[in-house]
């Protein structure tokens, strides 16, 4: 079953130029965690803080954009992985490992799995 | 009419069969649709052709081909590739002792009614519906909301389980402790619900009942789990008492003001059997000590025979030792060293304590009223027993608290 674990942290954590050994520290223990991972990680990316997003926004069929998140919160969301296990307890065995700088949220979402090939 | 071949049948091994068939399709809607199906059929057909010589079968026999025949009519309905159907039970399958043919199906299904994902407001209602076999209705009314709010909150568990994959498994070693707690503390929410109403009366002695039967189910799939045997006897303890729990006006009786001549005496010596195996086991968990609270009052035979406080003040420096520092231990400690060196004493304890930390708990109020009004206190006692009846405490105690408030005003004496 493929899963997103979507990573929430507060960011003010990390430095706004993402630099600096905190940073440093974090990115090495995600990459050790993508070698743990393997052929279960189809994907994820880290992202650019909060303060780098901009939003589009529908609401009644009129489109506005503004500068910002979706919303602001204490915890932001920060990065995810695309992982395929084979079961619920086994996304969240790995979302435990999910590296963190201090204290965060690892929320495990199924994804909506493809259309089997005709 | 009732069919009463059928419903012993169901009562004896419905849930294993249910069970069963959740574990083996990965289904629990597809699971009970199927059961459901197999009782209609039997409620039909056994006054007609007189009841099997293995009820239990029939029924497995009978839901599993009704699950596959929903299967089928589902894969048309969606055109997804077929499958190939799941193996059908062989005769020895069939003929095998029931025990072993599902021992830890059902725990199985404990484990996925009761895991983290589960939304914590339907993890007992699920358990009790899986598991044992209630009602909707049933447990609806043993949790105080309406049926339709129950059924929503099932089926959205149930499609949670579904949608984000929980597996029918038993949990692994690094997740046991903790899945297990998980578990022990959903029977133990829901056996409360069936111990608010201290009457027993009517619909809920029968769902004590289902609450006695799941622990000793799991007590006997986890014969190593000191925790789990403890709640076994717990329930025991607290099922025994209930006759005496009440007095005729409907007040709330204090533990040691229950007569033990009207205890159940077989539940407590089933729950001695327990707590002996807990002892054995050397259990230390919060459990074991509860179950070893239970136990000491429940060994006293008479209300002739002194109360056992010198034991149970002992059993609270106990747990405050190996369970740690916890207030409501302290509180509960000083009702127990009030009986034993005085109602000063376990005042001057009380008074240690972190007030701001208890204002809205009801009991601190509670036991506070009762030692101002032992060492003469009046006017303070007056108010702590106006704090806890603000809170809102359950009818039986509010009673109480009322008299003793009452009593208060008019001087009476009390007969402690």
């Given at each position: ?118 | ?324 520092e916890d207030p409501v231990?302290r509180l ?17 304890q009380i008074l240690r304590l972190d007030a701001d930390r208890f204002d809205g708990f009801g009991p601190y109020h509670a036991v506070l ?11 303070q006692?007056?108010a702590a027993?106006?704090r806890v009846?603000a809170l ?25």
């Amino acid at each position: 079953m493929l899963y997103a674990l979507l990573i929430y942290e507060d960011e003010s954590v990390y430095p706004a130029d993402r630099s600096g050994p905190v940073v440093d520290a974090i990115r090495a223990r995600h990459m050790a965690f993508i070698q743990e991972l393997g052929p279960r990680r189809l994907g994820g990316n880290g992202l650019k803080g909060t303060a780098t997003a901009t939003s589009v926004r529908t609401d009644k069929g009129a489109v506005s954009i503004h500068d910002g998140p979706f919303a602001e919160t204490k915890e932001q969301l920060g990065g995810f992985y695309l992982i395929d296990v084979p079961d619920l307890d086994a996304a969240l065995a790995l979302a435990r490992r999910v590296p963190l700088a201090k204290d965060g949220t690892i929320e495990v979402r199924p994804v909506i799995a493809p259309p089997p090939a005709a | 009419m009732t069919n009463t071949a059928l419903d012993r049948a169901v009562r004896a091994a419905g849930a294993r069969v249910a069970a069963a068939l959740a574990a083996r399709y990965r289904d629990l809607d597809l699971a009970e649709d199927g059961f459901a199906e197999a009782c209609a059929r039997a409620a039909e057909v056994w006054p007609r052709d007189g009841t099997p010589d293995d009820p239990t079968a029939w029924l497995y026999r009978t839901a599993d081909r009704a699950v596959l025949d929903a299967l089928r009519r589902r894969r048309t309905r969606t055109r997804l590739i077929p499958e190939p159907p799941p193996p059908e039970p062989t005769v020895e399958d069939l003929m095998a002792d029931d025990n072993a043919l599902i021992p830890d199906e059902r725990l199985r299904l404990i484990f996925v009614c009761c895991h983290p994902a589960v939304a914590p407001d339907a993890r007992a209602a699920l358990t009790l519906r899986l598991v044992c076999g209630l009602s909707t209705l049933e447990i609806a009314r043993a949790f105080l909301v309406s049926e339709p709010t129950l059924a929503q909150r099932l089926t959205r568990a149930k499609r949670k389980i579904a949608e984000a994959g929980v597996p029918f498994e038993i949990p692994g070693p690094d997740d046991w402790p903790a899945r297990l707690d998980a578990v022990l503390t959903t029977l133990e929410i829901a056996y409360a619900k069936a111990h608010e109403d201290a009457a027993g009366t009517g619909r809920h002695a029968g769902y004590a009942a289902e609450m006695l039967e799941l622990t000793r189910v799991l007590a006997e799939l986890l014969p190593q789990e000191p925790e789990a045997l403890a709640l076994a006897a717990i329930v025991r303890y607290a099922e025994a008492r209930r006759p005496a729990r009440l007095d005729q006006d409907g007040l709330m009786v204090s533990l040691s003001d229950q007569d033990p001549a009207r205890w159940h005496r077989p539940l407590i010596e089933a729950a001695h059997a327990y707590l002996r195996q807990v002892a054995m086991l050397d259990g230390s968990g919060r459990r074991c000590w509860q179950a070893a609270l239970h136990g000491t009052w429940c060994a006293r035979r008479s209300l002739d025979e002194p109360a056992p406080w010198s034991r149970v003040l002992a059993l609270y420096d106990d747990a405050l030792l190996t369970l740690g520092e916890d207030p409501v231990l302290r509180l509960n400690r000083a009702v127990a060293l009030a009986e034993v060196d005085g109602p000063q004493a376990a005042l001057d304890q009380i008074l240690r304590l972190d007030a701001d930390r208890f204002d809205g708990f009801g009991p601190y109020h509670a036991v506070l009223a009762d030692l101002l009004r032992r060492t003469g206190r009046i006017d303070q006692a007056r108010a702590a027993y106006t704090r806890v009846l603000a809170l809102g405490p359950a009818p039986a105690e509010r009673r109480w608290l009322e008299r003793r408030l009452a009593a208060l005003g008019n001087g009476a004496i009390l007969s402690r």
